[in-house]
């Protein structure tokens, strides 16, 4: 059975950084992309950033030059630097992998206290 574990979610003042990992269980076959969507109260969730298999990357334009996804396919895991936060980053992030199928993570609360 496949799980997503994540973590390095908190709570930190504007200007300040978090790392997130997300950490895969189970065998997931040709994963094609690994990501970070975020959902905040009232809202959509939307795409934060995106790493593929060729590790192109791609980051929704409010997080760009802030946050950094990367990936360590030794550790099956995927990580989500982010930099200079603000309070619209407040949301729960999600860890994403899209292989034949799609899986998503229980979310990390991230809230930034201006």
């Known amino acids: 059975q496949v799980q997503l574990v994540e973590s390095g979610g908190g709570l930190v003042q504007a200007g300040g950084s978090l790392r997130l990992s997300c950490t895969t269980s189970?065998?997931?076959?040709?994963?094609?992309?690994m990501g970070w969507y975020r959902q905040a109260p009232g809202r959509q969730r939307e795409l934060v950033a995106v790493?593929?298999?060729?590790?192109?990357?791609k980051y929704t334009d409010s997080v760009k030059g802030r946050f950094t996804i990367s990936r360590d396919n030794a550790k099956n895991t995927v990580y989500l630097q982010m930099n200079s936060l603000k309070p619209e980053d407040t949301a729960v992030y999600y860890c994403?992998?899209?292989?034949?199928?799609?899986?998503w993570g229980q979310g990390t609360q991230v809230t930034v206290s201006s």
């Open positions: 994403n992998v899209r292989s034949v199928h799609e899986y």
């Open positions: 189970g065998s997931i076959f040709s994963i094609n992309a």
């Open positions: 790493i593929a298999s060729g590790d192109s990357t």
